[in-house]
């Protein structure tokens, strides 16, 4: 599975980085950043670009943010059956969860996954500590 890691400014590049200093080298993450310079129909050539035609069945855009000009451009892709799917969001936790899984899984399957686990990409201390004392009320 290939995955394009779509982000405004240098957070693609970025987030690829910080997943190799924890998990290790990830060849099939390929980072694109959108400039301030870029257009939509700039950033989709760059996306398109990082895209294997014979592998657009098999790869995965994940965007920093949903309805972002990096989303609506691979939103675009996925409908014209550029790219499988997209998926916004993009954080380190998210990132490792797909580096971890996406050797193992699908992309529909490695999708189903992050959404089914997306609330534990983040947390709070105040709502941790909330929920350990709740349990140990009992």
């Given at each position: 599975m290939e995955i394009i890691l779509v982000g405004h400014a240098q957070t693609a590049k970025a987030f690829k980085e910080a997943v190799e200093m924890i998990y290790g080298e990830v060849p099939n993450f390929h980072p694109v950043d959108f400039t301030p310079k870029e257009g939509?129909?700039?950033?989709?050539?760059?996306?398109?670009?990082?895209?294997?035609?014979?592998?657009?069945?098999?790869?995965?855009?994940?965007?920093?943010?949903?309805?972002?000009?990096?989303?609506?451009?691979?939103?675009?892709?996925?409908?014209?059956?550029?790219?499988?799917?997209?998926?916004?969001?993009?954080?380190?936790?998210?990132?490792?969860?797909?580096?971890?899984?996406?050797?193992s899984m699908s992309v529909s399957q490695l999708v189903a996954h992050l959404m089914k686990n997306k609330e534990e990409f983040s947390t709070s201390l105040s709502e941790k500590a909330k929920t350990d004392t709740e349990e140990d009320d009992f």
């Open positions: 939509l129909q700039s950033l989709t050539s760059k996306i398109v670009s990082k895209i294997e035609p014979n592998k657009a069945a098999e790869t995965l855009i994940i965007t920093d943010l949903f309805s972002g000009t990096p989303y609506n451009a691979s939103a675009e892709l996925v409908l014209k059956k550029k790219a499988a799917d997209v998926v916004a969001g993009m954080c380190l936790p998210m990132l490792l969860e797909v580096a971890v899984n996406s050797s």
